[in-house]
């Protein structure tokens, strides 16, 4: 009797310990509970207002709200150098800052629904209220699932993988190999650019370059040697020497004026370092790096538009970093454009046009022409060209919108669905010390140096790195095949 009674009282306390824990899984903190229900109620309270008054401006502050609680919500729970909030720091950057200088500083008639250059446009205060509420449901669903994510993350028990010797010093060696090809072939392209203009790059310029035979291949080389020195999981020593080695030849690189790659690759770096080798950086010191990026962004949007013998196109009176600001925040056009609608030469969903990137670069090859305009379905490639085809065939462009591609696949839907993946992906990393298999880590990376640019790139923008992810893996492959006890992929 009392064998039975002992194994009742076993069964009921595993029952109770199973549904605490199952209250404790599904457990969302207050603050998280406000923000779910009162962030929508200010939607639609704003959006009422802007129906009834015909004015933009209560949707502009409602957004603006949310996004600065967002913010600060992100950066006091996840941490301020989170890929969350980079993803927000740099969404600013690129889409928001005058949508937010327009809210807080009405008094100087700044105007997100206008653009002067390359030729005047307007869009109507219905596709405004479209791009913000957009704006809105990607900011809120992606708050939400990234907070309900990594809550669980956190609680999973994190891996450390060893080292394989094997990779590393392949990968050294590959570096070593290529790095002074890279770096006379990076300084002939910076000579050029600066003789002939910025948009030279985007015109395919760089073919009119004689290189030296022996620097064929040396930036993929020394891309893909990086790569599986990564995938060998180095030291944090070695991450350094590698990381350095590498990062002084993307600054050369970026003197040529696309500053994106540059500082990608400086956060990307420090973000892998901080959680990959658990090392705690202290404020001061993101502080300095952003200054540092503060800086080198505005020194080479000033220095690139001299090049060619050109003055610069600055036509504001405002200080240089103001300056530089609304004119990156020019990228707010490419989802307004897409949901305008009726973009000629958009051929299916834009989304899925990197994965075919090798295809498009083996038939068009490369540069900004007509035939690739009117055939690649790149939606830089499209909106641009839509919007000017002379300025288009000069260089010139507005990039990509991870939002534009999410509604142009499917409206205010395919918004929260893009929220929701996104979300996993950062709180999965964020939640973790990318201790991933080493197959996987060079696909990680491409990935993660994607991201900073993503509020103007495309999901899959990390495809145009198709050839070093190629060689990258091919060098994997063979290491497969060597005896076990040399590796461990």
């Not at 105007?111 to 109507?124: A, M, N, V, Y």
């Not at 907070?147 to 669980?152: D, H, P, Q, T």
């Not at 006379?184 to 790059?201: A, D, E, N, P, W």
């Not at 979300?423 to 991201?451: E, H, M, T, W």
Request: net charge positive.
């Amino acid at each position: 009797m009392s064998d039975l009674f002992n194994k009742d009282l076993s069964r009921g306390r595993t029952a109770y310990v199973d549904l605490v824990e199952r209250k404790r899984k599904l457990y969302i903190p207050f603050s998280l509970n406000i923000y779910i229900v009162v962030i929508p109620i200010l939607l639609c309270i704003v959006y009422v207002i802007y129906i009834v008054s015909g004015s933009l401006y209560p949707l502009l502050l409602g957004f603006t709200i949310t996004y600065i609680f967002t913010l600060i919500y992100a950066g006091k729970h996840y941490g301020f150098f989170s890929l969350y909030c980079v993803f927000l720091y740099t969404s600013i950057f690129f889409i928001y800052s005058v949508l937010f200088a327009e809210t807080l500083f009405p008094f100087l008639n700044y105007d997100f629904l206008s653009i002067r250059w390359p030729k005047g446009i307007t869009f109507t205060a219905d596709i405004g209220a479209k791009f913000i509420v957009a704006s809105f449901i990607e900011i809120y669903l992606m708050h939400v699932f990234y907070c309900i994510r990594i809550s669980k993350q956190k609680k999973k028990a994190r891996i450390k993988r060893k080292s394989i010797p094997l990779l590393i010093q392949i990968g050294e060696i590959m570096m070593g190999i290529f790095f002074i090809p890279a770096l006379v072939k990076t300084y002939l392209q910076v000579r050029y650019v600066i003789l002939h203009g910025y948009m030279s790059i985007f015109t395919n310029g760089f073919s009119n370059i004689e290189y030296p035979f022996w620097v064929s291949g040396a930036n993929l080389g020394l891309t893909a040697g990086y790569c599986v020195c990564l995938a060998g999981n180095p030291s944090k020593e070695q991450f350094k020497k590698i990381s350095l080695l590498y990062i002084a030849i993307s600054l050369l690189s970026a003197i040529r004026g696309q500053r994106g790659n540059v500082i990608s690759l400086i956060i990307i770096c420090i973000y892998w370092y901080r959680k990959k080798y658990d090392v705690n950086i202290k404020i001061r010191k993101y502080v300095l790096v952003g200054l540092i990026l503060i800086v080198l962004i505005v020194a080479l949007d000033t220095a690139r538009m001299g090049y060619g013998g050109n003055n610069s196109n600055s036509t504001s009176n405002i200080s240089p970093i103001v300056d530089t600001l609304i004119k990156q925040s020019r990228s707010r056009v490419v989802p307004m454009l897409v949901m305008e609608g009726d973009l000629q030469y958009r051929h299916y969903p834009f989304v899925f046009s990197p994965l075919l990137t090798p295809y498009y670069a083996l038939k068009y090859g490369y540069g900004q022409t007509d035939e690739i305009a009117r055939n690649t379905n790149d939606i830089s490639n499209v909106t641009m060209y839509n919007i000017s085809q002379s300025a288009y065939i000069n260089g010139n462009g507005f990039g990509g919108s991870f939002l534009a591609e999410a509604y142009d696949l499917g409206g205010y839907f395919g918004v929260a669905i893009f929220s929701f993946l996104l979300a996993q992906i950062l709180a999965i990393c964020d939640g973790s010390n990318l201790d991933v298999r080493s197959k996987y880590i060079p696909l990680l990376f491409q990935f993660l140096l994607n991201l900073p640019m993503l509020p103007r790139n495309r999901l899959f923008g990390f495809m145009n790195s198709y050839l070093a992810i190629g060689l990258t893996y091919l060098v994997l492959f063979i290491v497969s095949l060597t005896p076990k006890k040399h590796r461990d992929i």
